[in-house]
């Protein structure tokens, strides 16, 4: 082999350089786009920029896979420094904007960069596609914000609390013998109760009663159309003139049931999934007959619940979206379920 020769260690450099290179330039060609790289109130940073920031990344993630740490280190905090100096010097100027997105971006772009080089390109391209959908989608994003009330926030929150923070810390199990109580299969359940409500309160603020209904109905049945058949039960016998939306709700749930079942069955035993073909494509063709005919229906269900509106795991002892009090209530049934079942076998 002659000393021209491009070895694979060189040729994953180069690949790794270019996914930096492609993140750079992405980010820079929207920083182009969307009008911040030019006029009077021009950021420092634009298409070149942005690719030779991408490029400074990936050269040190580079040099920190060849263990050269205090070089790459260098590099890469010179150009954080050059972006920072870039905003200090842009603030000052009289009539520009505060907004500091461009240089940030280009922080971001060198952190990915070394990811790149250093790390992981494919959680780096990610990232970067992530970034620039962000950039791009700015005045989305700032009326979904507009949009968001403060219920809906602290529910998020809530869940982000409830899923990230509680749940990792709670034991596997199994504990007490043969009723086999597992707290973080339970808290699982508890949270799946919690998103398919809030869900379901999105549903119904974006698309009407009858259609949120609907969406729930289709988006909890997914999961557990046997869920959802419990919460609008619930429901319809607390507010009967909402009865016929959740009726509709529940043969979503049902005719999602229908796929469901046949995919699982195919993965674990298509001879089994053959047989059962003739009897669910039926009720999956009548399921979504009905399912087309409630979505196309003029008819809206009149708001029962005031101002305030009540999702469909409701309970008037909690008024929050994610209905936590009554999501436990759902869990601890369900495990009592389970115990019997057991029992009884």
């Known amino acids: 082999m002659s000393t021209m020769d491009i070895s694979d260690v060189q040729l994953a450099g180069a690949f790794r350089l270019a996914i930096a290179a492609v993140i750079g330039l992405g980010v820079g060609l929207e920083r182009e786009w969307s009008g911040h790289a030019e006029g009077p109130q021009a950021r420092f940073a634009g298409l070149r920029t942005f690719l030779l920031l991408g490029l400074l990344g990936g050269t040190a993630g580079l040099l920190t896979r060849e263990n050269h740490e205090v070089i790459a280190t260098l590099i890469a905090a010179g150009g954080i420094a050059f972006s920072i100096a870039a905003y200090v010097m842009a603030v000052r100027q009289a009539g520009i904007d505060?907004?500091?997105t461009t240089e940030v971006a280009a922080i971001l772009v060198i952190a990915l960069g070394v990811l790149a080089g250093a790390v992981s390109w494919l959680l780096a391209a990610a990232s970067g596609s992530l970034v620039v959908l962000a950039l791009n989608e700015k005045k989305r994003l700032h009326g979904a914000v507009t949009h968001l009330r403060q219920e809906e926030l602290r529910?998020?929150?809530q869940f982000a609390v409830l899923a990230l923070v509680i749940l990792p810390f709670l034991p596997t199990g199994p504990y007490f013998g043969w009723a086999e109580v597992r707290p973080r299969a339970l808290w699982m359940i508890v949270l799946l109760f919690c998103a398919l409500n809030f869900a379901g309160f999105?549903?119904?603020?974006s698309a009407g009663e009858r259609r949120g209904y609907m969406l729930t109905g289709l988006l909890g049945g997914?999961?557990?159309?046997?869920?959802?058949?419990?919460?609008?039960a619930r429901y319809s016998r607390q507010y009967p003139e909402a009865s016929s939306a959740?009726?509709?709700?529940?043969?979503?749930a049902c005719t999602v049931l229908v796929p469901r079942v046949i995919v699982i069955s195919t993965v674990l035993n298509p001879a089994v999934a053959l047989q059962l073909l003739p009897f669910l494509i039926p009720a999956g063709l009548i399921g979504a007959a009905v399912?087309?005919?409630?979505?196309?229906?003029?008819?809206?269900v009149p708001k029962v619940a005031g101002e305030q509106?009540?999702?469909?795991?409701?309970?008037?002892?909690?008024?929050s979206p994610l209905r936590l009090g009554f999501a436990i209530r759902l869990a601890i049934i369900f495990q009592l379920a389970m115990i019997a079942i057991t029992f009884a076998r």
């Open 222 to 232: 997914v999961i557990s159309s046997t869920a959802v058949t419990l919460g609008f």
């Open 291 to 300: 399912v087309a005919f409630a979505w196309r229906s003029e008819a809206r």
């Open 98 to 100: 505060r907004d500091g």
């Open 155 to 157: 529910a998020g929150l």
């Open 309 to 319: 509106p009540i999702s469909w795991l409701s309970g008037d002892d909690d008024k």
């Open 202 to 205: 999105l549903a119904r603020r």
């Open 246 to 252: 959740l009726a509709c709700g529940v043969v979503g």
